[in-house]
């Protein structure tokens, strides 16, 4: 039995990996302490576009642990085709846990919580399901509050599975191997007495040309995309 995949493990790692912890500390508590941004409360006096939401959250009450910046929030949704999006698209139930410790939050923090975001696949924010999904509430700064995860983990395969939906390129490569693997499938002698490499190559391009065709047609009919032009994308047909 393979082990199924926390995402909260795995963003942790992608954290501890990139991330020195107290620069994350200095960071949240310099946003904490500058409660009034020039430029938001400009932009919001002349009545422009709406600017950041962002929580006054009390510093020394928060865990640093579930203190992530929106650069390891992408990773980990890049590499295993997740979106980060507002609460407002998640149509799968927020479970009453997940309402406890919002109360407990802005009950110790003495605030109201604004624009939550969570971390879910795709599917989660069109039908219901129950695969690992992860909210946070944003700080300020591109940095967000782990506040609650709830559901199953993930497939333990998943990374390996959105591996080729990364870039084109990953993808020419699994396609270029699994050309590859279908020729070696084609008994020898098929289409000729004569077993020559020439032979080999010709039907290997035709497997990558019919393999390719395939993938592409599939991709522009769904309207697909790579994971680093969806993690963030409230689109369906991204």
């Known amino acids: 039995?393979?082990?199924?995949?926390?995402?909260?493990?795995?963003?942790?790692?992608?954290?501890?990996?990139?991330?020195?912890?107290?620069?994350?500390?200095?960071?949240v508590?310099?946003?904490?302490?500058?409660?009034?941004?020039s430029d938001i409360r400009i932009e919001k006096n002349l009545g422009?576009?709406?600017g950041t939401i962002e929580n006054a959250f009390d510093f020394d009450l928060l865990e640093t642990k579930n203190i992530y910046h929106i650069d390891q929030i992408k990773q980990i949704c890049i590499d295993y085709r997740l979106r980060f999006l507002d609460s407002k698209y998640f149509k799968g139930d927020i479970p009453s846990e997940a309402i406890?410790?919002?109360?407990?939050?802005?009950?110790?923090?003495?605030?109201?919580?604004?624009?939550?975001?969570?971390?879910?696949?795709?599917?989660?924010?069109?039908?219901?399901?129950?695969?690992?999904?992860?909210?946070f509430a944003p700080i300020g700064n591109d940095y967000y509050y782990l506040v609650h995860k709830w559901g199953n983990d993930l497939h333990p395969l998943r990374r390996i599975f959105a591996w080729p939906f990364k870039s084109i390129v990953n993808?020419?490569?699994?396609?270029?191997?699994?050309?590859?693997?279908?020729?070696?499938?084609?008994?020898?002698?098929?289409?000729?007495?004569?077993?020559?490499?020439?032979?080999?190559?010709?039907?290997?391009?035709?497997?990558?040309?019919?393999?390719?065709?395939?993938?592409l047609f599939y991709?522009?009919?769904?309207?697909?995309?790579?994971?680093?032009g969806i993690w963030n994308s409230k689109y369906f047909n991204t």
């Open 1 to 27: 039995m393979i082990k199924k995949t926390n995402i909260e493990e795995k963003l942790l790692r992608v954290r501890e990996r990139k991330a020195d912890p107290q620069k994350i500390i200095k960071e």
């Open 29 to 37: 508590y310099e946003i904490l302490n500058d409660s009034t941004n």
């Open 48 to 50: 422009g576009r709406k």
């Open 100 to 135: 406890s410790k919002i109360k407990n939050l802005e009950k110790n923090h003495d605030l109201e919580l604004k624009g939550f975001k969570i971390v879910a696949p795709s599917k989660l924010f069109k039908l219901k399901d129950k695969d690992d999904p992860l909210l």
């Open 171 to 215: 993808l020419a490569i699994v396609v270029l191997l699994g050309s590859y693997l279908l020729t070696l499938l084609v008994p020898s002698g098929l289409f000729s007495k004569n077993n020559t490499s020439t032979e080999f190559w010709i039907i290997f391009f035709f497997m990558f040309k019919c393999s390719a065709s395939v993938i």
């Open 219 to 228: 991709g522009f009919a769904l309207g697909k995309n790579f994971n680093p």
